[in-house]
C-alpha cells in the first residue's frame, strides 16, 4: 500500500487530480529478480549476473536492467492513483523515458508520481503522469517517465 494516494470519485474527476503528487512504499530488488528478468528477456550481460566481475566493475555490484526497472512502474505507481467508478485502466505508453541512474542489486525503489494532465478522449481519460522511481538513499532517480494511461469508466 503507498504513503499518500490520489483519490477521485470518478475518470472524470481526474481533471480535479492535476498538479497533485503521491509517494509509494518502499521495494526490494532483488538479485534472484534480476536473475529471473535476465532468463526472460534473454539479457544475460555481466553486470546483472556475475557478483565476481560485477565487483570490479563500474557499479561495484550487481545491477538491475533498466527495463527492469521500468516493468516494475505498474507494482510501483499503480497504487498512488485510486479512481472509482473506473471499469479498467490501460497502459496507453510512454512520451518520455530516462534511465538516471543504476539500481543495485538489493537496493529499495519507490515510485514518486505526480498527474499532469486528465484529457477527455472517446474510451474514457487519458491520464498523463510524471513518474520517478527513487533509489533509497541514492542522489539520482533511477528513472523518470511520462506515463500514459487510459481510464475506461463503468457503463
Given at each position: 500500500?503507498?504513503?499518500?494516494?490520489?483519490?477521485?470519485?470518478?475518470?472524470?474527476?481526474?481533471?480535479?487530480?492535476?498538479?497533485?503528487?503521491?509517494?509509494g512504499?518502499?521495494?526490494?530488488?532483488?538479485?534472484?529478480?534480476?536473475?529471473?528478468?535476465?532468463?526472460?528477456?534473454?539479457?544475460?550481460?555481466?553486470?546483472?549476473?556475475?557478483?565476481?566481475?560485477?565487483?570490479?566493475?563500474?557499479?561495484?555490484?550487481?545491477?538491475?536492467?533498466?527495463?527492469?526497472?521500468?516493468?516494475?512502474?505498474?507494482?510501483?505507481?499503480?497504487?498512488?492513483?485510486?479512481?472509482?467508478?473506473?471499469?479498467?485502466?490501460?497502459?496507453?505508453?510512454?512520451?518520455?523515458?530516462?534511465?538516471?541512474?543504476?539500481?543495485?542489486?538489493?537496493?529499495?525503489?519507490?515510485?514518486?508520481?505526480e498527474?499532469?494532465?486528465?484529457?477527455?478522449?472517446?474510451?474514457?481519460?487519458?491520464?498523463?503522469?510524471?513518474?520517478?522511481?527513487?533509489?533509497?538513499?541514492?542522489?539520482?532517480?533511477a528513472?523518470?517517465?511520462?506515463?500514459?494511461?487510459?481510464?475506461?469508466?463503468?457503463?
Amino acid at each position: 500500500m503507498s504513503t499518500d494516494v490520489i483519490a477521485v470519485a470518478s475518470p472524470a474527476a481526474l481533471a480535479d487530480a492535476v498538479g497533485r503528487t503521491a509517494t509509494g512504499e518502499w521495494f526490494e530488488v532483488t538479485q534472484e529478480r534480476i536473475s529471473a528478468f535476465a532468463d526472460a528477456t534473454e539479457d544475460h550481460q555481466w553486470i546483472h549476473l556475475d557478483a565476481e566481475k560485477a565487483a570490479a566493475g563500474p557499479f561495484g555490484t550487481t545491477v538491475a536492467h533498466g527495463y527492469l526497472t521500468l516493468s516494475l512502474l505498474p507494482h510501483l505507481a499503480s497504487s498512488l492513483i485510486a479512481v472509482d467508478g473506473a471499469a479498467m485502466v490501460m497502459n496507453y505508453g510512454l512520451d518520455r523515458l530516462r534511465f538516471l541512474a543504476p539500481v543495485p542489486s538489493g537496493a529499495r525503489l519507490r515510485a514518486r508520481t505526480e498527474v499532469l494532465a486528465a484529457e477527455p478522449t472517446p474510451r474514457g481519460v487519458r491520464l498523463a503522469c510524471e513518474v520517478t522511481v527513487e533509489i533509497e538513499g541514492a542522489e539520482k532517480p533511477a528513472l523518470v517517465a511520462r506515463t500514459l494511461s487510459l481510464y475506461v469508466p463503468s457503463q
